[in-house]
């Protein structure tokens, strides 16, 4: 994992679901309950450009992880993060309940949204479903709703070109690709 500092056993591997990326992390998160282990950072992500996050995030293979308080502005120093597709509900496998929404951005550089350059950097996003939010903070009167509402956690990483299987081509395989319609004029040995 990343340069975090963290003491974890060998062979340990974050791979959450998004269950519980926000049932277990970030409902903890926003209700001040502690989490062990305490792996997640707290990143105040926009300054930092996607390819930055490296030692700064918690990472795992390609993907990072941190919390980050929630932001209408999601400009770094070179782009911006802008929204796709609609918010999609994060549902309990236990009580099938939604308990988060989970939205994606993609990255794209530039400064303007007309001039900007999309990239393969994808951002999830979660945040914690504003029913549950109301509940807890009714129970928690110390606590207003806003407080609750303000941590989201992110999940960030680089697809591996426009192809969604995560298969890459060799150098090989693109130059045979490269030479389109020359294949006829190349001959292969007899064996």
């Given at each position: 994992m990343g340069d975090n500092n963290v003491n974890l056993p060998p062979g340990f591997r974050f791979y959450p679901t998004d269950e519980e990326l926000v049932v277990h992390f970030l409902h903890r998160k926003a209700s001040l309950l502690p989490c062990h282990?305490?792996?997640?950072?707290d990143l105040e992500v926009y300054p930092y450009d996607p390819w930055e996050l490296d030692g700064r995030a918690l990472a795992e293979g390609n993907q990072w992880y941190y919390y980050s308080r929630?932001?209408?502005?999601r400009v770094t120093g070179n782009g911006y993060w802008k929204p796709t597709g609609i918010e999609e509900p994060v549902v309990s496998s236990t009580s099938n309940k939604r308990v988060g929404m989970k939205k994606y951005f993609v990255f794209h550089v530039g400064e303007a949204p007309a001039a900007g350059i999309k990239t393969n950097w994808i951002m999830q996003e979660?945040?914690?479903?504003?029913?549950?939010?109301?509940?807890?903070?009714?129970?928690?009167?110390?606590?207003?709703?806003?407080?609750?509402?303000?941590?989201?956690?992110?999940?960030v990483y680089e697809r591996n070109g426009d192809d969604d299987n995560g298969t890459e081509l060799s150098c090989l395989d693109e130059v045979f690709l490269s030479l389109d319609d020359d294949l006829d004029e190349i001959s292969l040995p007899n064996y």
């Open positions: 282990p305490d792996v997640i950072p929630r932001t209408q502005n979660y945040r914690l479903s504003d029913s549950s939010s109301s509940t807890r903070s009714s129970k928690r009167k110390s606590q207003p709703k806003i407080e609750y509402n303000k941590w989201v956690i992110c999940r």
